[in-house]
């Protein structure tokens, strides 16, 4: 079977014997076909011919019988009262026809009244002499007889059927058939009966001896279906025909049986002890008997069987000569293209510079070398390009792998960022949907205040990622030094709109959350409404500002809010409401909202639930967006209060004195030693004088209001007035490491503040400046 | 016809008086054939010998039937059916039926297909020449059929070759040839007598009244050890069955194996006893009554034969 799977040559050669052989077998099959029939045909005249012939035989002998028969009749009702003439004409009857076995010509009871009950002048031939007795006796009544019933009751002359003749004076016997003849008187009424008799053993043996073949046989039965001739010697006259089927129910021998029995006339192909055998049989005259030639089937196609087999064995030789030449030529022929494949294998095996053989041919085989050849060049160029593609690819792809660190790592990941901070708890995610991603969130601290933000760049991938990035530093930038999120929005969207030849853009939401009030301005550039979680469950009013990046010239709204403590601002990206499953179904803010509802208020499980619940939603679908989320709880509590004091001048520098004794009293109250006290008289007169001298404008008179309070916090100073607003941390950080000259005027009072307080925070509250430094106690 | 050959018999008894030798000479009623299996199983497996008996089985042959042979002491017991049995009694034979057999009647007339015995009125029907068709003649005249009765000596040929209407089989031998002549049986062509109220049982063992008184003790055993054959023949059929063949080949008869096998099966089924379902091996008084009633009613017996004129008297 592999040689057949492996061998072009073994199975093209294997297909066209198989042709030649299905080509040969039904001509074969129509030649047998018609060859047996013309056979058959033969033999079927041959056995009918035979039958006939012996049938003629037979009816000519019986025919004899019958006519001697009559003609006695004929003699006998001349003289029907003188009773021993009938011995003279039984006599007669042998004399005249030595083949005949006996001639009885019986009467009636009584009907000789001299003669008693019994009259049958009988005659026999004995040896070459006839016998001639009376016959008829108390133990041998004739009368019923079936030779003397059976012309009287069929009323007709007849042949019995075959019976043992018993000849009482010789104690022989022999088995017979008769032609009985009824004797009639003139009246009509039967006399007597004439019973003329053949010896079986005559007709046995003349239909034995017919034997149209080696093998043949031929059988006689009589109306009863009784074997008279059988080459079985035990079943003749002991069985039937249908004795056989008492055990074996035979349906071919039991049609046989009736058809013989009915003097019908023809042939049956049947199976006779266990043998196929065509069987023709004839009636034989009137004596009611049948006779039948069985010629087995081999005997019969003998010789055609021998002609069919001894073609089918040269048929068969020729097929698998065939084959073996088939398969050497084709061998030869294909011997080229076999090198052709081991070459190939040792190209496929990775020796694409392996030289093919020439071959010096034009028929296909040629035609395949040369487009091998060619597919070979061009499998070489190609893997060349390959190795550079795929190299380049594994370039890009470990850039991309180190460009999503270097996003990932640009985002704030260490939480809780603040711990060292009760009033503030910060958890934020961000899945990408590719290596690198378009989305931000970002967040930190500066003078007590929380600058917070969160972003979706337009696109995915590498553009958006590196907008990512730069939107990110911007925010940074910009609001290292500029507290308020639409002016921070605006410088951003300056920058971003700038050349932004690829149209790209970021819908942002920037907040900045002062957390010793809990005041909160914002800005929304596009982005998702953020959702405030406290007591309730509500989104956060937003103004229609476009995304940055789009209009240069737009102008963003500013928008103010207070936080109330333990209150959560939920911040999201759209992924988030628009992550699919594999029905295109999206999440939506109504998920949100039921997840929010059955999770406890605290930024961490808030996400992580967020996270599990789009991840069961999603399923098996692929990420479509860089999902990201940014929760924020403000939970400033009201410090314990131990010490307040107050002190108001007016803007002028004279008063100062007053603002130092006041800012020493409330230092040793706060329990700082001569030199923190020296320090923060310097931080605080720094602020206050620099609101007398430049919160007014130059003449008009103006207040200053400094209130110190101590609590567990730590010592607090708050400097209100209602000067011009003038925000002094907004100043860029002076770089104390350049001179006088290249750091310019200005700026080296907040520094001092910067240094000695441990935190400085500025707010414009209805029309004042309020500007908060804290110092640790 | 049957007072003829016993008048012919008898006197050939008195001129050839009966021999003292002790040995039985049993002639069954027929040729060699599985209906008398028992009384060759009986002598084959040696149980005459073991009874202290000397028995010796002689056929019937076509110039010495056995009734006649029983007549000039050629033998001492023969098988007779009932019927045949109170015919010889009547004319003034008396016998004894030493061994009852049969329990149930085996006669049935088959008529030519399709067509039913009972209303083919005057059709021609065959009867041995023998007799045995005793029966069936008082059915036909009870019955009002008016048959032609055409006695025939053996065979059923003449049934087969359509040269008479119906024939009288019996069950255990006709009917079997009559199929395996390629007659073919239905429910409506074949009329069985035991099912229409002449259920009268057919063979039996008998002997003459005078051999029996002399011979006593020793007709007791023969029928004792003729009982034991056919107990042993219902236990070993196959056995019993190459037994009968033995027999059959030895006289050349003209049957088979598979015709004895039938024949062997339905004689032993006839033996057993519709009511009690055994082989009770008795004569019934009853049926030996009906039987007489509708002998003497049909005039075939002049007088009622009691019972007691059949069996043996201790």
Known sequence: MKLIQRKLSVRVSLWVVLFAAIIFNIALGFFFYQARSAVRQEAINRAMQTLEKTSLRVEGILNRVEVATNMTEWLVKRHPDVADSMFVYSRGMLLNNPDFYNCSIAFEPYYFKDKGLYFSAYSKHMGDSVRTIQGGSDLYQYFYTDWYLMPTLLDQSCWTEPYMDIDAPTNTSEMVTSFCRAIKDDNGKIIGVINTSLSINWLSQTISAVKPYPNSYSIMIGRGGTYFVHPDSTKITRQTIFTQTFEEPDTALTALGHAMQHGEEGMKQMHMNGQKCYVFYKPLGKTGCSMAIVCPESDIFGGFDHLRNSVRAIVLVGLLLMLFFFIRIITTELKPLRRLAEEAETIASGHFETKLPELQRIDEIGQLSNSFSGMQHSLVKYIEELKDTTAQKASIESDLRIASGIQMAMLPKIFPPYPERDDIDIYGKLVSAKEVGGDLFDFFIRDEKLFFCIGDVSGKGVPAALVMAVTRALFRAVAAHESMPDRIINNMNETLSTNNESDMFVTMFIGVLDLLSGRMRYCNAGHDVPILIGSGIGMLPCDSNIPVGVMQDWEYTLQETTIDPWTTIFLYTDGLTEAEDINHAQFQEKRIIDVIRQTPNEPQQIILAMTQAVHQFVGNAEQSDDLTMLALQYKRQQPHVRYQRSLTLPNDVQTIQLLNEFVDNVCEAAGFDMSECMRMNLAIEEAVVNVMNYAYPKGVKGMVNIDATISDKGLKFVISDNGTPFDPTAKEEVDTTLSAEERGIGGLGIHLIRQIMDSINYEHIDGRNVLTLLKRI | ?314
């Open chain 2, 1 to 314: 016809m049957f007072a003829a050959i016993l008048i012919f018999c008898g006197s050939m008894a008195q001129a050839k008086s009966a021999t003292n030798d002790d040995t039985i000479v049993f002639t069954p009623q027929w040729t060699a054939q599985a209906q008398f299996a028992g009384y060759y199983v009986a002598y084959e497996k040696g149980f005459y010998r073991d009874a202290g008996l000397k028995v010796r089985i002689e056929h019937p042959t076509s110039t010495q039937p056995a009734i006649s042979r029983l007549y000039q002491n050629k033998c001492q017991a023969t098988t007779l059916q009932l019927c045949q049995a109170l015919e010889i009694i009547d004319d003034g034979i008396p016998l004894v039926n030493i061994l009852q057999t049969s329990m149930n009647n085996a006669m049935v007339i088959v008529s030519a297909r399709g067509k039913n015995p009972l209303k083919q009125k005057g059709a021609r029907v065959g009867i041995w020449s023998g007799g045995f068709g005793q029966l069936a003649i008082c059915m036909s005249l009870m019955e009002h059929l008016d048959y032609q009765w055409v006695r025939f000596a053996q065979n059923v040929n003449l049934f087969v070759v359509g040269a008479l209407d119906a024939t009288l089989a019996m069950s255990y031998n006709e009917y079997y040839q009559l199929i395996q002549a390629g007659v073919e049986m239905t429910d409506k062509n074949v009329y069985r007598f035991c099912n229409h109220g002449y259920n009268v049982q057919e063979d039996g063992l008998y002997m003459t009244r005078s051999y029996y008184e002399k011979h006593h003790a020793q007709a007791i055993r023969f029928a004792e050890a003729s009982r034991k054959g056919w107990e042993w023949a219902a236990m070993h059929p196959e056995e019993t069955l190459e037994i009968v063949m033995q027999y059959v080949n030895k006289d050349y008869i003209a049957t088979n194996r598979i015709m004895q096998r039938l024949m062997l099966t339905e004689v032993l089924r006839l033996q057993v006893d519709r009511e009690s379902k055994i082989r009770e091996f008795r004569l019934r008084p009853d049926m030996v009554q009906q039987a007489c009633h509708l002998m003497v009613e049909n005039k075939m017996l002049s007088r009622e034969i009691s019972y007691g004129e059949l069996v043996c008297k201790e």
